[in-house]
């Protein structure tokens, strides 16, 4: 059964850093999946934060960008976010996603998420 498991999450103080990991287990081929960081707040929508894609290629959503850095290691199937100058608006669960598509057939699997509080 694939698994995702995010970790890195904690408390930090605004200005401060903290770099999450997902970990993919029991997935084949994890290099041909893209991958998105997603955040979501109680009462809030889910927000896609990052993304990188099976080919390498980054995508930020605005409210992130120069801040955060998506990266991949396929050799030890995990997925990070480095995320630095925090700030309280990004305290949030945040979730990575794996997908891909196989023909027509969709494949995604989530993590469990990791908790970022941002405060002093």
């Known amino acids: 059964q694939v698994q995702l498991v995010e970790s890195g999450g904690g408390l930090v103080q605004p200005g401060g850093s903290l770099r999450l990991s997902c970990a993919a287990s029991?997935?084949?081929?994890?290099?041909?999946?893209?991958v998105d960081w997603f955040r979501q707040t109680p009462g809030n929508q889910r927000e896609l934060v990052a993304t990188?894609?099976?080919?390498?290629?980054?995508s930020y959503a605005e409210f992130v960008k120069g801040r955060f850095t998506i990266s991949r290691d396929n050799a030890k199937n995990t997925v990070f976010l480095q995320m630095n100058n925090l700030q309280p608006d990004d305290t949030a669960v945040y979730s990575c996603?794996?997908?891909?598509?196989?023909?027509?057939?969709?494949?995604?699997?989530w993590g469990q998420g990791t908790q970022v509080t941002v405060s002093s």
């Open positions: 996603v794996a997908r891909q598509v196989l023909g027509t057939i969709p494949f995604v699997y």
């Open positions: 029991s997935i084949s081929l994890f290099s041909r999946y893209d």
């Open positions: 990188v894609t099976s080919g390498g290629i980054r």
